[in-house]
């Protein structure tokens, strides 16, 4: 979806910029995770919350912005 949604000439520097994101999830999720358990059992699902949250805040503004 993410290269459909660019021109052509951009298909292959977002399908890259979506590959790279999956794989930093992938390495770095665990990582924070588990630093993040260390401080309570809820502290990572309160933290994706937020980040969730924060990234469809972005979203929205940049919606209204166009």
Same mark, same amino acid.
């Given at each position: ?10 298909? @292959?520097?977002?399908? =890259? *910029?979506?590959?790279?994101?999956? !794989?930093? &999830? #992938?390495?770095? @999720?665990?990582?924070? =995770? *588990?630093?993040?358990?260390?401080? !309570?059992? &809820? #502290?990572?699902?309160l933290s994706a ?18």
């Open positions: 979806m993410a290269s459909n949604a660019v021109e052509a000439h951009e298909q @292959g520097a977002a399908a =890259g *910029t979506v590959g790279a994101a999956q !794989g930093l &999830g #992938v390495v770095l @999720g665990p990582l924070i =995770g *588990t630093l993040l358990y260390e401080w !309570g059992p &809820g #502290v990572p699902y919350g937020l980040l969730l949250a924060l990234v469809a805040l972005w979203r929205d503004r940049k919606l209204a912005e166009t």
